[in-house]
């Protein structure tokens, strides 16, 4: 099956910077889009951003330009540069793919935590 797994969290100072990257391995359909969510705390999971496979982007209003998303699709990996961090930052990240053949397909990462100080 496919497998989505998570690395780059931290702890972090205020303002600072952090790259999050998540390595997908499996039967995966070429066309495809690979996301990025969060999850604070007491909260519901909520979007960041995406990518698709030809490099299409979205991204939530609250990023307002300190995130960047990005993909290599040689790797079937994406990123998510995080800069001018916050402590309302502090959350779980996870990964997200799906693709759409016929049925929806879609899988999870199990998340990584970013801790934001001060």
């Known amino acids: 099956q496919v497998l989505l797994v998570e690395s780059g969290g931290g702890l972090v100072q205020t303002g600072g910077s952090l790259r999050l990257s998540c390595a997908a391995s499996?039967?995966?359909?070429?066309?495809?889009?690979m996301a990025w969510y969060r999850q604070v705390s007491g909260k519901q999971r909520e979007f960041i951003a995406l990518?698709?496979?030809?490099?299409?982007?979205n991204y939530a209003d609250f990023v307002t330009g300190r995130f960047s998303i990005s993909r290599d699709n040689a790797k079937n990996t994406v990123y998510l540069q995080m800069n001018s961090l916050k402590s309302e930052d502090t959350a779980i990240y996870f990964c997200h793919l799906y693709w759409i053949v016929g049925k929806r397909y879609d899988y999870w990462g199990r998340g990584t935590q970013v801790t934001v100080s001060s």
């Open positions: 990518v698709t496979s030809d490099g299409n982007t």
């Open positions: 499996g039967n995966i359909f070429r066309l495809n889009t």
